[in-house]
């Protein structure tokens, strides 16, 4: 029995041995099994810089030559309150969109509006005039005295038909006595601010004729 058992403890040993390996190597396969791998996606930056469309210009659809008479050999209408007038107006229509206003001159009579007119094939000539309320009603008053208003007169291209005319509601008046005048070296003192409300409600009422309205 005492070598049997001798016999028996080297097998015992390698047994135990054999199992210990075996039990290694399946804790092995399953550490390296069972592991994964997490994998990171970053999204694309949205915060890179941003494309802008720009509008595009808007093209005038409305072309207007504008000029003033200031021709008349006995007015005292001052100078200084046509080129005023004349300056105000265009830079008013210019303030539509769609309108592009260009100045003519200063010595446009009617007949030669018409004539400019005739010639052109898409720019309508616009005719202005400083009149007096005074001297259209026949009545002779003090220059002093006198009060102005601005007339204005739309000419067709092509044709040189004349399509709308008109006048201000707004006076040009003078300015009273004590107060900051314009200067002048033909006439009295005329108020600015009147000037210039005429002249913006001269344009106003042109581009009325067109269906057109400055935005304010």
Known sequence: MAILHKQRLPFLILVVSVSIMTAQAQSGRRKTGGST????TTAPSVDGPKTVEKKPAVEPQVQLRVGINRTGAFTPTPFYIYDTVLDVCIRRLGQAEIVFASAVGTNLTQSQAVKIAKEETTRWVVSLEVRSFYTDSGRQVNPDQDELYV??????PVTGKIKRSGRTRQHIYQNKKGTISLPTSNGPGYSEYSIRQAGEEAADKILAGFDIKVRE
């Open 151 to 156: 007339s204005y007169t739309v000419i067709e």
């Open 37 to 40: 791998t997490t994998t990171t």
